[in-house]
């Protein structure tokens, strides 16, 4: 801010009295004093508030004068509640030497001076950073540049303000990884996805147990529908309740990294087309050589980037073959899912668009990655999916080389049907459930799974709903327990007879015998399906 900035509609009500030819000059600071030498504690640029306690007589006034003009002040507000109006010996000094002189009347409190000072110093800091971010947006789009951490630095050194750019998965993409725990990064890109798929207008807000938090979508282009892919920007503090300047700087800086994300995406289209190349080959069930070269062609691109050795991917690795599919999702979705999603987990994965689906190969990581572990990786995205909206995704077992890539592919897109099989908005099967019933039940068509379920056991749930009795409870417990009626009964707290009465009623109703095994087994069977 510039002097006269302090007499301008809307400052404090401070009169001037000298150097009117001095107002532009340019006020960094405040310091309040009323020793008689504060030259040493000013460091230039500051507006000086006083009380004039030092002022014993005329000569005083040119002495502290002298001294805060060596120290780089550009400004004196000197206040009248204490000793009365400015001495006219304080006015003249200050034209002597061009120091720009102001009155504080005695109902205005320097603290409101200081908080005013400071907040349009604050605003004047956020404009030019606004600006800079701007032009630095601008190089991103015109040359190609990267830079994001490098300018979240710059606004957490000059601003004290902490922003994180976060994947959907809530993979820290740029930012201070040590600031922001797990737990926190989960929950707010849940809360920002959830505020997506209600079309709330951002700028988000998320309140944690840290303090709150504001959330600026980017985009990676302007399509109406929530995508599941984008980056978010993540600014410590409300942003709503800032100045409208310091609310541009978020703005750019969201655009930045909306940028950013597309030249991200733009990098990747020859790792699509062979990706693509790689599916169509498995498809055709193609010879293991050219499905190799292929694989090498994807390999050497990575190194190329990464600067690491191509051979060993290829000629000693095995690879692992995901099966994924979306339901009330845009078409591309899953693939783009998918792709932010694995960045942490490899950088040689190759992500095949297959309808409203995906397919990816990706090299085995040395410890077997357990499906639980998928599942959680993609859990935040429960949030953005609508009530309709899911994900299922199949794992096979590690192939050791090309030519059994083919069958891995259709051991994944078996398990996937397994996942399909299952209650939940994202689930994940892998290749330890293809030796399970699992399997088959999910081979079997769906009309035929109903109808299995429905005469096995309509009638046992009728008669609880009816009775309010415990038939199906039952029936679990006592397949649970192998048939054992003591081990049974204690489970459900109810005496042997009860148990007996219980089981007895479920065979007249179903005309099954619960001491058979193939009646226990279609039971157990109906109860998965269910």
Known sequence: MRVRDLLAPGAPRLRLLAAEDELDRQVSGVMTTDLQDPGRYLHGGELVLTGMLWRTGPDDSERFVRTIVAGGAVALAAGEAEVGPVPEDLVAACRRHRMPLLAVPDDIAFGTVTEFIGRQVSADRAADLAALVDRHRLLVSAAGGGGLDAVLDLLGGDLDLDCWVLAPTGRVVAGPVDRLSAEERDQLVRANLAAQRQRRRAPHRARLAGGSYSLLPAPASAEADVSLSDWVLVVAGDVTEWTVKRQQLAENLARLVAVERVRRDEGRRLRRRLADEVLTLLQRDADPGEISRTLYASAAMAAKYEGDAVGPLVTEGSWLVLSAEGTGLPDGAVRSILEEALTDATDGALVAGAGGGAVVVLPAPATPVPADALRELLAPLEAGLGSEGRITLGVSAPASEAGGLRGALEEARHARRIAAARVGRVCVAGPEELASHVLLLAAVPDEVRR??????????????????????????????SDGSWTRCAAQLHVH??????????IEELTGRDLSRLEDRVDFYLALELA
């Open 496 to 505: 042997v007879n009860t148990l007996r009465y219980r089981i007895g009623r």
């Open 451 to 480: 109808a299995f379920r429905s005469r096995l056991l309509d009638k046992v749930i009728a008669y609880d709903i009816e009775h309010q009795a415990d038939l199906v409870r039952t029936l679990e417990a006592f397949l649970r």
